[in-house]
């Protein structure tokens, strides 16, 4: 959270569950009351970002641990710092590429 409450961003996982990854980006993705700019995605991941009142969102989900966890990247800032936010945005957003393998358990270490 920035110190003046008007911007965040979030890095979470969460396990693969019943749920289809078609259903997990299609949630994901289109949230009530967004303005959607830009979409992308192919097998196993996806980016969305649009306006929400004031405020830019940025989201990203993509498959990790050999399918078995999404990894996600969420910010939210007001429009007016898109300038200073872009960067930020596409450098933190392409770390989910380099640590798609980052915390997960391995069947190997259990040995």
């Given at each position: ?34 303005q ?65 393998n ?6 190997d270490?259990?040995?």
């Amino acid at each position: 959270m920035s110190p003046d409450g008007s911007a965040w961003v979030a890095l979470y996982a969460r396990q693969v569950g019943e749920e289809s990854a078609e259903a997990h980006m299609k949630a994901f993705a289109f949230v009530e009351g967004e303005q959607i700019t830009y979409l992308r995605g192919e097998r196993g991941w996806i980016a969305v970002s649009g306006i929400k009142g004031g405020h830019i969102f940025y989201r990203r989900a993509a498959l990790a641990c050999r399918g078995q966890s999404w990894h996600h990247v969420a910010f939210e800032y007001p429009v007016e710092a898109k300038p200073e936010m872009d960067r930020v945005v596409m450098r933190l957003s392409r770390s989910l590429d380099y640590f798609e393998n980052e915390g997960c358990e391995s069947s190997d270490s259990a040995q």
